[in-house]
């Protein structure tokens, strides 16, 4: 079932909050604007429904959202380093706005922009699928790019995101999404409390600018070896100079490959997140500079309230000969998908 209701007006646009559930009480609350996942409600293991994903008091405050709470990143995720990349021969400056270089899409990416979208239902799941052209140069990149982020609630506590694009020119491209995961429920425990698991062998070093060097670090014997359950608290603060530079975690682990490559457990409400992911990385962020948001229930955002599991290609990749480039070339389609599975223990 689905119904939807009118939220705010921004530029003469009208945004829409939808609400997706199944028949197990699982919810789905999803804003047009930024194709953004604003609340995800899932039971813990004896059936109270609460949400999992830090989620703004104020619907209003999406409109700027700058940590991004749940919404759809791109041309590219991650920073560009100096704002610009060099494809076929031509120079692209893009815009900065973090710093010297380009993030998660400049000062107005898909995250800031009013998507299409339509609902379909079917026997065990419903699908809204959103739906953006994004312009040649929009944000200086070129190619009129077509762009779908397909979301599907299964009957089985599953959560789909699929994205798919084209383009009439060659052109970069890196979707994510951007939501911050905490199982406990409606806030109550810090991230560090849950336990995590990511089948990683590697993680990507960062420079000074947190641009990914291309050098890829084995995990093992450092703060960033999750490859069994590990609490997220327990090497955090370590005295670890990657750690150090972003405050937390902020990191590319490139994934090995399989299924099930990243798993999340609260031991207190049985509530554990397992995603499966088609993208060869994930940017792990442990929510490592809030800025007092303003969230529901209540409470003002503080560090490690939330995860962000950002499946993607490696950031900057266009600028690292090393790294998947995310080039996407004139009448090639682009298609990716992550899926989280909801379960109780």
Not at 271 to 278: D, E, L, N, W
Request: glycine share 8%; net charge negative.
């Amino acid at each position: 079932m689905y119904w939807i209701e009118k939220v705010f007006n921004r530029d003469d646009k009208e945004a829409e909050l939808v609400t997706i559930k199944n028949k197990n009480d699982m919810e789905v609350k999803l804003l047009n604007y930024g194709a953004t996942i604003v609340e995800m409600l899932v039971p813990d293991r004896d059936g109270n429904v609460e949400n999992i994903v830090l989620t703004y008091e104020n619907i209003e405050d999406y409109i700027e959202n700058q940590p991004y709470f749940g919404a759809t990143v791109g041309r590219t995720s991650g920073r560009i380093a100096n704002g610009k990349f060099i494809l076929d021969g031509k120079v692209y400056e893009l815009n900065k706005n973090y710093g010297i270089n380009q993030g998660h899409g400049g000062q107005k990416g898909f995250s800031f922009r009013f998507w299409d979208y339509k609902i379909v239902e079917k026997e065990s799941e419903t699908v809204v699928e959103f739906a953006y052209l994004s312009k040649d140069m929009e944000e200086n990149y070129p190619g009129n790019l077509n762009v779908k982020v397909i979301y599907t609630l299964t009957s089985s506590n599953e959560f789909i995101i699929e994205y798919e694009a084209t383009t009439d020119k060659r052109t970069i491209c890196n979707l994510t999404n951007h939501s911050y995961f905490n199982l406990s429920g409606n806030y109550k425990r810090k991230i560090t409390e849950q336990y995590l698991k990511v089948k990683a062998s590697n993680y990507l070093e960062l420079n000074g600018n947190q641009i990914p060097t291309g050098r890829l670090i084995n995990v093992e014997n450092t703060p960033m070896n999750f490859k069994e359950y590990k609490l997220i608290g327990r090497d955090i603060d370590s005295d670890y100079e990657q750690l150090s530079m972003v405050n937390g975690y902020d990191h590319t682990w490139v994934l090995d490959e399989g299924e099930d490559q990243i798993e999340m457990y609260d031991e207190l409400s049985g509530r554990k997140m397992i995603i499966t992911t088609t993208y060869p990385s994930v940017v792990i962020y442990s929510y490592n500079f809030p800025n007092n948001e303003k969230l529901k229930y209540g409470r003002i955002g503080s560090k490690y309230d939330g995860i962000c599991f950002e499946t993607q290609y490696e950031p900057d990749g266009i600028n690292n000969a090393n790294l998947n480039s995310a080039v996407l070339d004139a009448g090639e389609k682009y298609y990716e998908r992550t899926v989280l599975k909801f379960r109780t223990c």
